[in-house]
């Protein structure tokens, strides 16, 4: 059994469709510790008598390579996720108090930094197992 990830961030954010007409839809957000979860929103989308889907959408931070494009436009952000095989995901959001991207981009860093660490713990072990831990480069 494992535990769920710690939320650290969870709201409102638009994400551009990727059909024809490219509209931008609102998503519920919820940052974890392992990536991001996108939940369609059935209704008006304010937030009064909206209901969010239960299924939902998982961008792991495993799959993410970085947050690019931040633009700044009329009170919104503008920013887009580039996932590992290339896929771009645009999202927007208002500009007040911290804005996604920063938490996204932060988050993602934190999860790669931790990966970092975990695989030259276990290149180390592996190491000391054989004898040779003066040859292990970090």
């Known amino acids: 059994m494992t535990l769920p990830a710690k939320v650290m961030r969870d709201g409102l954010l638009e994400k551009r469709s990727s059909g024809l007409l490219q509209l931008w839809k609102k998503k519920r957000c919820v940052l974890t510790e392992e990536g991001l979860r996108l939940h369609d929103c059935k209704g008006n989308g304010d937030g009064s008598g909206s209901a969010w889907g239960s299924k939902a959408k998982e961008l792991p931070f495993e799959r993410m390579a970085t947050v690019d494009c931040v633009e ?53 072990l592996s190491a000391a197992q054989l004898g040779t831990t003066k040859d292990v480069e970090f």
Do not use: H, S
């Open 72 to 124: 700044y436009k009329r009170g919104l952000v503008y920013f887009t996720v580039v996932m590992a095989a290339g896929k771009e995901i645009d999202f927007r959001c208002p500009q007040d108090g911290t804005a996604w991207n920063a938490e996204i981009a932060l988050a993602l860093v934190r999860y790669k930094n931790l990966q970092a660490v975990q695989t030259g713990k276990n290149r180390y």
